[in-house]
């Protein structure tokens, strides 16, 4: 089945550090997204890509949907305390929305 | 604009009892519809989707079944609930094929 791999799954930056994640898979895809997620909710969209190369910045984050369009990176600039939670990747293959495991982000002040 | 409704919040149930919850859209028509389980700090495994009325996609095999009788509803249900059910539930839906998804807060569901 398709399959999300993203990395790391975890990470312990000091406050005004810069953040990347990525995810990657073997099978090709039409939509990568980027969500956040906090305790007890459900994920928040942050970025949704729609075109192989595409770059998009929502604010300090930054998306890219690769070339190939098995890829995809998340760019977080100048890290503050309410960066904190889990990010997801998420792509969109034949009707149906798949996740990698996510991305934990802790911030030291 | 959309929104997404999903209840309870939070369900405490005992093992054997039956499982009902419900997610509705508003503000949208013939939208895609998901059911996910997350496990503590864990990723999103996709449960269910469906693409319209009465159309439903299980990806796994499991305790579990969904329905979807009017175009913006969608339960989850069990007939019999295990302790391996608890988790958290999140429903999604997204305008079609290609899009961003959105979700509900989702359900905290503890099977004791």
């Known amino acids: 089945g398709q399959q999300l791999n993203q990395s790391p799954q975890s990470m312990f930056i000091q406050e005004g550090e810069d953040v990347s994640m990525n995810c990657t898979s073997s099978?090709?895809?039409?939509?990568w997204l980027w969500y956040k997620q906090e305790p007890g909710e459900g994920p928040v969209l942050l970025i949704a890509l729609y075109k192989a190369g595409e770059l998009t910045s929502n604010g300090r984050l930054t998306a890219q949907f690769g070339i190939t369009r098995k890829d995809s990176f998340l760019n977080i600039s100048a890290s503050i305390p309410s960066d904190v939670g889990i990010y997801f990747c998420?792509?969109?293959?034949?009707?149906?929305?798949?996740f990698g495991q996510g991305t934990r982000l802790t911030i030291n002040p | 604009s959309q929104t997404i409704h999903q209840w309870p919040a939070t369900l405490v149930q005992p093992v054997g009892s039956p499982l009902s919850l419900e997610c509705t859209v508003e503000g949208t028509s013939n939208p895609n519809l998901y059911w996910y389980r997350q496990a503590a700090g864990r990723g999103l495994q996709l449960l269910f989707y469906s693409v319209g009325i009465g159309q439903i996609s299980s990806e796994v095999p499991q305790n579990l079944s969904a329905s979807r009788p009017q175009d913006r509803q969608f339960i989850l249900s069990s007939k019999k609930l295990l302790l391996s059910d608890s988790g958290f539930y999140l429903c999604?839906?997204?305008?079609?094929?290609?899009?961003?998804?959105?979700f509900g807060q989702g359900t905290r569901l503890t099977v004791v």
């Open positions: 099978s090709i895809f039409n939509t």
């Open positions: 999604a839906w997204s305008f079609g094929r290609y899009t961003e998804a959105f």
């Open positions: 998420a792509a969109q293959g034949a009707q149906k929305l798949v």
